[in-house]
C-alpha cells in the first residue's frame, strides 16, 4: 500500500467508512498499527488481505484439479469483510505482529 492509499484509507476511516485493503496494509509496521488504531477508534471495519487469501485458498485446488472457473473477485473481497467483521481484533493484531516479525 503506498503512502497515497493509506491517506485516503485515513480519510475514509475518518468520515467512518469501512475500508477494504486487499494488498499489504502499510509501507511500514509503524503506518499499519496507527491505520488499525485509527479505524478501532472509530469503530468502523478494517479488513486485511483476505479477499486475496480466501481467493487462494477456494481457487488454488480447482487449477489444480483442471476446473477453471472465474468468480468476481467482489465475491472474495466480500467473503473478507464478513470474516474480519467476525474476528476483526485478533485479525488485526495477528497482522500486525506478523509485520513486526517481518
Known amino acids: 500500500m503506498s ?3 493509506v491517506e485516503m484509507a485515513s480519510a475514509a ?6 475500508v477494504v485493503v486487499d494488498k499489504p496494509l502499510a509501507v511500514s509496521s509503524a503506518r499499519a498499527e496507527q491505520l ?3 479505524a478501532q477508534r472509530a469503530g468502523v471495519l478494517l479488513t486485511v488481505f483476505l479477499g486475496a487469501l480466501a481467493g487462494s485458498v477456494i481457487f488454488l485446488p480447482l487449477q489444480l484439479l483442471g476446473k477453471k472457473r472465474l468468480v468476481p473477485f467482489g465475491v472474495f473481497l466480500a467473503v473478507g469483510g464478513a470474516v474480519t467483521f467476525l474476528f476483526r481484533d485478533s485479525i488485526l ?3 500486525v505482529q506478523f509485520l513486526h516479525g517481518a
Open 13 to 18: 476511516i475518518d468520515h467512518g467508512l469501512p
Open 36 to 38: 488499525v488504531a485509527r
Open 93 to 95: 493484531s495477528w497482522y
Open 3 to 5: 503512502a497515497t492509499d
